[in-house]
């Protein structure tokens, strides 16, 4: 199966969730300038034709992509009241001294993008160390991000963002990974040799 003959970036991630109506969808990222985000509109992979491609004008590469439920309640921790909605959320590579994670809750039609600058410990250097690696929903409205050795977490679907903690004490033990799994966030941390 060949995604797009014309696309020459790799493929950095692919991830299986819903689009806005709740119907079945899965999701690319690219590593790409102009072409950053896929989405299969008919549910069909191995359809070339059904594919759309997103340029996300402000976001740099986009490296790690998912989806996760929330849980349809109402949650002001972001200042307003917001429901806690599915919604995909990719992130990736800094460009241009910020640091964005996208959001869409219409399957990818439409995207806002948080910019993260002004977070404890949140760093908006280029350098691919400097890269938001981790990503993962709860299935309740609920997101941890990691990037260095911080995590992030918002409680409202991915509306808002805030400094959770280091685990390891510092940032030169980088978190490569999270993942949500049996009620247990789990990191994965290089910590160097």
Known sequence: YLSNSSLTA?????????????????????NSSSKEISFDANNDITDESA????NISNGGK???IMWGAGDGESDSSSGSA????????????????????QRTVD??????????DGLTNISDSTDQD??????????TGNWM?????????????????SFLLQPTGD???????????????VILVDKGS
């Open 82 to 101: 917001v429901t806690r909605a599915d919604a995909w959320l990719a992130a990736g590579r800094n460009t241009s001294g910020k640091v964005y994670v």
């Open 130 to 139: 400097h890269h938001i690696r981790g990503m993962v929903s709860d299935g």
């Open 10 to 30: 790799d493929a950095f991630e692919i991830a299986y969730g819903k689009d806005g109506s709740g119907n079945a969808q899965w999701m690319a990222s690219w």
């Open 51 to 54: 594919w759309s491609y997103i």
């Open 107 to 116: 399957g990818g039609s439409n995207w806002t993008s948080l910019n993260l």
């Open 171 to 185: 940032n030169g033990h980088w978190i490569r990974d999270v993942v949500f799994t049996n009620s247990t966030w």
């Open 145 to 161: 991000l990691a990037q260095r050795g911080n995590l992030y977490f918002s409680s409202d679907s991915g509306v808002s963002f």
């Open 62 to 64: 986009i490296e790690t």
